[in-house]
Antibody, heavy 119, light 110 residues
Framework: QVQIQQWGAGVLKPSETLSLTCAVH????????WTWVRQPPGKGLEWIGE???????KYNPSLKSRVTMSKDTSENQLSLELRSVTAADTAVYYC?????????????WGPGTTVLVSS | QSVLTQPPSTSGSPGQRVTISCSGG????????VTWYKQRPGTAPQLLIY???KRPSGVPDRFSGSKSGASASLSISALQSEDEADYFC???????????FGGGTRLTVL
């Protein structure tokens, strides 16, 4: 049973850097792609980016200049960094597994980490 | 950020059938598969339909997906109270080179 644990700073000031981590327990980490998705309060979902087995990353063009994703395969962990945050970055941030055999559907999601950007 | 178009809300009574639409364009829904997610308040989304019309293990066959042109649909038959949730569609956008999500449809079971 694959489970995802997430953690990171919940309150940031404008211009600071958001830093989140998710850890995968109970399943293969290296055999899958992993993605980050966020959801502003009361709004829909927005894809942030994904990390491939090889370490190759793809980012949402609208966030690309501020985002870095990385992974630690030895710890089965994925990290997200988003620089120069503003109030518009306030959201619940989810880590999820991407399944290529399901046409890249996100089949397992973490519980989410709430991030508030406020001065 | 462009989004796929979904009705903000819909409702139905237990036992009824409801359909949720997802409208996109030539660079997303028309040419790529559609995925549907269900999200209950305060919880993470869960995969409901992938590859436009396939159900993951554990999803009842009351849920079905389809697509015609640049529009996709999620149908839920024999509506149950536990179906009350937000439903999101998603499709890869070939221009943006990113997956797009719909704005979400809140289903209320009356």
């Amino acid at each position: 049973q694959v489970q995802i644990q997430q953690w990171g700073a919940g309150v940031l000031k404008p211009s600071e850097t958001l830093s989140l981590t998710c850890a995968v327990h109970g399943g293969s980490f290296s055999d899958f792609y992993w993605t980050w998705v966020r959801q502003p309060p009361g709004k829909g979902l927005e894809w942030i980016g994904e990390m491939h087995h090889s370490g190759h990353t793809k980012y949402n063009p609208s966030l690309k200049s501020r985002v870095t994703m990385s992974k630690d395969t030895s710890e089965n962990q994925l990290s997200l960094e988003l620089r120069s945050v503003t109030a518009a970055d306030t959201a619940v941030y989810y880590c999820a597994r991407v399944v290529e055999e399901m046409d890249d559907a996100f089949d397992i999601w973490g519980p989410g980490t709430t991030v508030l950007v406020s001065s | 950020q462009s989004v796929l178009t979904q009705p903000p809300s819909t409702s139905g009574s237990p036992g009824q059938r409801v359909t949720i639409s997802c409208s996109g364009g030539d660079s997303d829904v028309r040419i790529n598969v559609v995925t549907w997610y269900k999200q209950r308040p305060g919880t993470a989304p869960q995969l409901l339909i992938y590859s436009t019309n396939k159900r993951p293990s554990g999803v009842p066959d009351r849920f079905s997906g389809s697509k015609s042109g640049a529009s996709a649909s999620l149908s839920i038959s024999a509506l149950q109270s536990e179906d009350e949730a937000d439903y999101f569609c998603a499709a890869w956008d070939a221009n943006l080179m990113a997956p797009l999500f719909g704005g979400g449809t809140r289903l209320t079971v009356l």
